[in-house]
């Protein structure tokens, strides 16, 4: 028997930003070199209700910068959200109004990426430090798009300015309709465990949706990061990569209390060659070909613990297809591996 579900019902229902209807309430965290077009068009058609690009320089989209324009392409992504990352009024302005004309249904503010490459430019998280000019971006952003502006911020700089809940405050009044939490201080980066349960004082202080995010993996991380920050909705950011299909399966699980397995081998494959061809036409064949290896990588990895392939098969599998230069040969040896995968699986 199938576990009963353990969350309230609304988690199961869609939510309105703005003016913008949800489909449902897992979201596809924004993550650089991750989340482009053509990962964001796979993981909406298998069910994400929310997808996010990766994190766009304002004043380079402006410039027409090739690789943040790549960044905020959107075709084929359903809701079309572009995430936006500067440190002046004027750019994130200007890059806010520039994402809309290209069709963006909603500009979500960076306020939470640790890079020390971002933070140093006085990006990102770094902007947890001086909640005044914080502010003033946020505020210049919604005021130069009519649609609706979200932001993305983490629980504070360190463990001695945890200042989540006050910017939220702020940002609800300079006219935020839904904050993203990752559970961790900018200086934590991604090492020890998101703190769902301090993301709930932001919630306390807020009328907006707020979205709970960090270490969200499989279904029970997903249900106890809800009940501890009492959030609205929950967003998969590392738990996504190899696994397109996650956030699509976790919304159907709060929507029927059942589990999904994973995908069979020859869908996992499916998969992978098809975004790989997306990317190759996204990036052009040279910059695809080397974009593609870590998604093929992470999916190769996926496959190998679904088959619990050894350790030689796995290895073996990731050097013929990451170290080939022809689209061709990759497909193939792809081909090859998730078959042996396969005949591994039912031995």
Request: charge should be positive; include cysteine; hydrophobic fraction near 45%.
């Amino acid at each position: 028997m199938c576990k009963p579900l353990a969350m309230p019902l609304s988690h199961s229902r869609p939510l309105v930003v703005g003016n913008i209807v949800l489909p449902n309430r897992v979201f596809l965290a924004p993550m650089s070199g991750v989340t482009d077009a053509p990962f964001r068009r796979q993981a909406a058609a298998l069910g994400a209700g929310l997808v996010i690009s990766e994190m766009t320089a304002s004043e380079a989209l402006i410039e027409g910068q090739r690789e943040a324009v790549l960044r905020a392409a959107g075709r084929g992504v359903g809701i079309h959200v572009v995430q936006l990352a500067g440190c002046e009024a004027r750019w994130m302005a200007e890059g806010a109004r520039r994402a809309a004309a290209g069709g963006a249904d909603i500009i979500d503010i960076n306020m939470g990426c640790p890079s020390r490459r971002v933070t140093s430019g006085y990006s990102g998280s770094a902007l947890m430090r001086d909640l005044d000019h914080a502010v003033s971006l946020i505020e210049a952003t919604v005021g130069a798009v009519s649609v609706p502006v979200t932001l993305k911020m983490r629980l504070g700089w360190d463990d001695h300015s945890r200042n989540a809940p006050e910017l939220a405050r702020r940002a609800e009044q300079a006219g935020v309709r839904l904050i993203a939490v990752h559970g961790r201080t900018r200086c934590q980066f991604y090492d020890g465990k998101a703190d769902w349960a301090a993301v709930r004082a932001v919630k306390q202080a807020v009328s907006v949706p707020i979205v709970v995010n960090g270490d969200v993996r499989n279904e029970s991380d997903a249900e106890t990061a809800l009940a501890r920050s009492g959030a609205d909705a929950v967003m998969v950011g590392r738990g996504a990569e190899g696994r397109p299909w996650f956030p699509g399966a976790l919304a159907r699980f709060f929507a029927t209390g059942r589990r999904e397995p994973e995908p069979s081998l020859a869908r996992q494959g499916e998969l992978i060659a098809a975004l790989y061809h997306d990317m190759l036409g996204h990036y052009g064949r040279d910059v695809g070909v080397r974009h593609a290896r870590k998604h093929l990588g992470w999916a190769l990895d996926v496959a190998a613990q679904s088959a619990r392939a050894s350790l030689d098969l796995a290895k073996r599998a990731r050097a013929q297809v990451l170290t080939a230069t022809e689209p061709v040969t990759v497909l193939r040896h792809l081909a090859e591996a998730y078959d042996a995968f396969a005949l591994r699986r039912a031995a």
